[in-house]
């Protein structure tokens, strides 16, 4: 988990670009880059990880097998769970990044199913990334997810083409691994 600001300079004046010190509350929390940023404009400067917040991404199950009504294509199906760990003591507002394989080949269909959550309606996200196999949600991440507790996330990808299409096999794309979100 990274923590990023999202920020306006309200004043009537430029703000040129370099290395900011942040402070939060009264702890410095480290340095960042800042943008060169006009008047009344909006922007966001990235902080760092925050080591309270912890997310753990696992490939629950892989199969592959015969599909459609005569056995006539070759489905896999990946079912995934992200779990974010919440140990800030406070509710957060968390953008939880993946990926999923992607097709450039019309015969071969990919596609997202059983969204534990809602993925995001953001018009950019919707209009870039998430063309490019990129999945986010916006999610509320309460401060009593924790431990056992720890709020999942799960969805499953399924790729589905005729046996005679030849395809390279498709990885498991780093199971058990630490997430990004």
Known sequence: MFLRGDLSNSSGYQLLPGTAQVFMGGDFIGETAVPSVAPKSDFRVFFGPDRAVR?????????????GLFGGSVATTWKYRVTIDNGTGRDLSVELLDRRATSRNEKIE????DLSAPLSTDAEFAAGPAKSGILRWDLRVPAAARGTAAMPVTWTVQATHAKDIQTTELPDMTAGKEAQP
Do not use: D, M, Q, Y
């Not at 990919?110 to 199913?113: E, F, Y």
């Open 55 to 67: 997310a753990k991404r696992e490939i629950i199950s892989r199969t592959t097998g015969n599909a």
């Open 110 to 113: 990919v596609k997202v199913a």
